[in-house]
Nanobody, 131 residues
Framework: QIQLVESGGGTVQAGGSLRLSCKAS??????????MAWFRQAPGKEREEIAS???????????RYADSVKGRFTISKDNDANTLYLEMNNLRPEDAAIYYC???????????????????WGQGTQVTVSS
């Protein structure tokens, strides 16, 4: 059974930083053709993808970011620890949301676009940014 568990959320002042973690079990980060991603959902808004990382053969990785976080957020993973990270810098009040990690396997080319393409989800972690 595949499980994703997020941690690292909290409250931070605008301009501050947080690092989110997503620990995966029952799912190996060493397998090619899988995609891991971070989504977020603010109250009254749709869930949006903010960053993804696709692993192809020979561990070649491709990352993708939403324009709203490009240059401020970094997605990465530790294969040995089976953990996905999201480093968030220069946080803004509009970054406040519940952040979810998601994964899927059997992917060819790049990560799917949109939440519908992801098979596994974590429970979410709250990020609050005060101005």
């Amino acid at each position: 059974q595949i499980q994703l568990v997020e941690s690292g959320g909290g409250t931070v002042q605008a301009g501050g930083s947080l690092r989110l973690s997503c620990k995966a079990s029952g799912y190996s980060f060493t397998i090619s053709g899988y995609c891991m991603a971070w989504f977020r959902q603010a109250p009254g808004k749709e869930r949006e993808e903010i960053a993804s990382i696709y692993t192809a053969l020979h561990s070649v990785e491709t990352t993708r970011y939403a324009d709203s976080v490009k240059g401020r957020f970094t997605i990465s993973k530790d294969n040995d620890a089976n953990t996905l990270y999201l480093e968030m810098n220069n946080l803004r009040p509009e970054d406040a949301a519940i952040y979810y990690c998601a994964g899927t396997s059997g992917v060819i080319g790049n990560c799917p676009v949109g939440s519908g393409g992801f098979a596994f989800w974590g429970q979410g972690t709250q990020v609050t940014v005060s101005s």
